[in-house]
């Protein structure tokens, strides 16, 4: 066993605790493991250098030797990048990370949530500080999003947040670079981000900052709220396919006839 931090937490990645849950998210979403001959090997986070600062929380947290270290390099987005990179090497930090859900090598199609207990807004946290997003759209709308390879990490968001907002996701991978895009706005939005960036959580400092500065909007007062989406069900699919006509169809199952219409459209047409 590598040496220990003696003022470290005793349980490394006990998920049900919220810091550990936090990082477990943002490294299986922005980590990576490797592995060489002899069980050596890696556990790594590149980040903006603007945001050691959580990196320097995960080495409190990790009661085994790391070390952070930071460079400045050219990328095909910048003439010069700023990072910073925390690394530690021990084979049972790996092991453990590896057995909770983080995979060697390429990961980003296939990361789940943890089949074991967690702290899930923590969890959820650390996703959406790795490759989410929040703040204000360029009409001063505020938004909440994910962007996500994974099926599973997106649905999982999905699903929490209508657990949490009431509101339905329903998303799936766009066709320019096969990724799941998730996305909240207005109350929606807000009500996320106060509830995954409570007061003295984990998180990016700069992602912490916006979703407090989101909680200060206000709908405009000619600004409609739109009623929720009546989804589709199995039984109304097929009343419409029996009946093959949008306006019988609207009458039976109240609905308008451009709806019905819509929907036969994409019943044959295999996009529904």
């Keep these: 066993m590598a040496d220990q931090d003696p003022s470290a937490p005793a349980r490394f990645m006990d998920l049900e605790d919220p810091r550990y849950a936090y990082m477990f998210g ?36 990790t009661p085994y030797n790391s070390s952070i270290r930071e460079r400045v390099r050219s990328t095909n987005f910048a003439a010069t990048h700023h990072s910073a990179t925390w690394s530690v090497s021990s084979l049972e930090a790996r092991t453990i ?31 959406i500080d790795a490759d989410g997003s929040l703040g204000w759209t360029a009409q001063g709308i505020p938004f909440l999003s ?33 990724v799941y895009n998730v996305c909240y706005y207005k109350e929606t939005a807000q009500q996320l981000a106060a509830h995954f960036y409570y007061n003295g959580c984990l998180a990016l400092d700069h992602k912490k900052a916006n979703a407090d500065a989101i909680q200060s909007w206000v709908r405009p007062a000619e600004m ?37 219409f819509m929907r036969l459209w994409r019943l044959r047409t295999g996009k529904a």
Excluded at 28 to 57: F, K, M, T, W, Y
Excluded at 229 to 250: C, I, K, S, V, Y
């Design 224 to 260: 409609k709220i739109a009623p929720p989406r009546r989804r589709w069900t199995q039984r109304e699919d097929e009343t419409l396919l029996r009946l093959n006509d949008p306006r019988a169809a609207g009458i039976a199952l109240d609905r308008t006839e451009q709806s019905c």
């Design 26 to 61: 943002f490294i299986q979403a922005d980590g990576h493991l490797s592995q060489q001959s002899r069980q050596r090997g890696q556990l790594s986070v590149e980040i903006n250098a603007r945001d050691i600062h959580i990196l320097r929380e995960f080495q409190q947290l």
């Design 97 to 127: 990370v590896n057995e909770l859900g983080i995979p060697y090598g390429k990961k980003s199609l296939i990361i789940k949530p943890p089949r074991t207990d967690f702290s899930r807004p923590d969890y959820l946290r650390g996703i």
């Design 146 to 178: 994910l962007t996500s390879a994974s099926t599973a990490i997106a649905a999982y968001l999905c699903h929490y947040g209508k657990k949490i907002t009431g509101t339905q996701r329903i998303t799936s991978r766009n066709k320019r670079d096969g």
